[in-house]
Every structure is written in structure tokens, then in C-alpha cells.
């Protein structure tokens, strides 16, 4: 136990955190004990985060959710016949004022499931809850309308991945179409107008020109701007 705090206090994690990873270390590496049973919600820090889906319209190259649908030890993986419904969310949830923010993400793209996560976020605003979409960007395209207006009172936050500096490279590193990241940055400006706070962000990989992202979020679309590290 002496071990797993000072894991914890260094690694800026809780002993539950610590006691969770290295299970599931044991597990993949050792096969010593079970696989972990998918999470459909799960804790990080001070917030709960909603695995809405494993589906995804892109195949990013650095994207391990195919192999290894793991995050901090929780299993990720969901089939798309076994992904839950708003009833199970909303129960899995419990009270959202006991979190930071309750955050609609998973190992996939959450707009695919779009009305799910308006219910669920429906549920979280009656209750007092704050709420974040981490996404691609891809909504629009996917929903064949634009679903930013939708997103009014019901999403605090929106963070987008940039994922690249153009439209060649983002094609290159998330193996969509080029005209995808027209449609994320359009995607983000709209947001611009019904969510209150929006980011674009991106993985600090060494292909990825960290200065020119961070303008092109701040300077030419006029949101916040944050580096983060790939899960
Ligand atoms: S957008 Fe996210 S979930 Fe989809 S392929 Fe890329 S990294 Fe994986």
C-alpha cells in the first residue's frame, strides 16, 4: 500500500488509479487474473467520462482502440450492438454534481451518437452538472445537419482534435477524406456561437507544428488552444 500512494502522489493519480493500472498491467502483459469488464462511465481525475462508442468515421494512424481499447485500465471496448442506452447511462451516472464535469468521449466519435448524448447532457444540465463533448469534429457530416445549435444549454465545453496544421496531414495521420478538416474547423466556429467555451487540440506528436496549431485556434478561429498527450 506504501508503494501505491507514492505511485499515486508522483503520478498525480488516486490509489483506486494505481490499484486499477496495475491489475490490468497484470493482466495484458502477465495474463495473471481477468480482463476488466468494459466501462461505460469512468473517473479520471475529478470528472466522469461517458464511453459512448467505439465506432469512429476516422482510422487514425497513432489509434490503438481496435487492438487495445484500454485507458488508464479501464476497458474500453464496446460492440455496437452492446453500446447502453440513455437509461443506463443516466443511472450509471448516479449525481453529476459529484464531478467536475461529466465528459461525452469514449474510444470512438461521440456525435455518431448524437441524441444520446443530448438526452444524457439533458439529464446532467437538470441536475446541476457541467458537461463536455470531446470530438473529432465530424458531427455536421455525420448527422447531415448542423447540430451546433442543438448544443445550446445543453454542452459547457467542446473540445475538438486539430490533429494537424492541414488539411493534407490531417487526412495523412486520421485516413479520412481531405475535406474533413475543412468541415472540423467550420464545425468549430459554429460552435463558437452555442457552446461556451470550445478548444481545439492537439497530440504533441513530433509530425504535429505545435506554434502553427496553437494560431490557427487562437488567431484564425478564435477558441482556446491546448496541447495534449495521446491517452
Ligand atoms: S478520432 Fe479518436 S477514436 Fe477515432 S480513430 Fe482517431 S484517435 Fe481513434
Known amino acids: 500500500m506504501y508503494v501505491a500512494e507514492e505511485l499515486a502522489k508522483l503520478h498525480h493519480l488516486t490509489v483506486e488509479d494505481i490499484t486499477r493500472i496495475t491489475a490490468y498491467n497484470a493482466w495484458r502483459f502477465f495474463k495473471i487474473g481477468k480482463a476488466p469488464e468494459t466501462s461505460i462511465v469512468y473517473p479520471i481525475g475529478d470528472a466522469l467520462y461517458v464511453n459512448v462508442t467505439n465506432r469512429c468515421n476516422a482510422d487514425c494512424v497513432f ?11 479501464y476497458n474500453l471496448g464496446m460492440d455496437k450492438n452492446d453500446e447502453p442506452d440513455v437509461q443506463q447511462y443516466v443511472t450509471a451516472i448516479g449525481a453529476p454534481m459529484k464531478y467536475s464535469e461529466i465528459v461525452f468521449c469514449g474510444y470512438g466519435e461521440p456525435t455518431i451518437r448524437w441524441d444520446v ?3 444524457v447532457a439533458g439529464f446532467v444540465k437538470e441536475n446541476g452538472g457541467k458537461t463536455r463533448i470531446n470530438t473529432n469534429g465530424p458531427g455536421n457530416v455525420i448527422n447531415h445537419r448542423d447540430i451546433t445549435p442543438e448544443m445550446e444549454g ?3 465545453t467542446i473540445s475538438v482534435s486539430l490533429n494537424a496544421t492541414d488539411a493534407k496531414k490531417y487526412a495523412e ?3 479520412v477524406d481531405e475535406k474533413m478538416y ?12 452555442f457552446v461556451p467555451t470550445v478548444v481545439l487540440s492537439v497530440v504533441g506528436i513530433p509530425d504535429v507544428d505545435i506554434e502553427k496549431a496553437r494560431s490557427i485556434a487562437v488567431d484564425e478561429i478564435g477558441v482556446n488552444f491546448r496541447e495534449r498527450t495521446y491517452f
Not at 63 to 73: I, W
Open 63 to 73: 489509434c490503438g482502440r481496435k487492438e487495445t481499447p484500454f485507458l488508464a485500465g
Open 117 to 119: 448524448i443530448k438526452s
Open 154 to 156: 445543453l454542452i459547457d
Open 173 to 175: 495521420l486520421m485516413r
Open 182 to 193: 475543412a468541415e472540423m474547423l467550420d464545425f468549430t466556429k459554429k460552435a463558437k456561437k
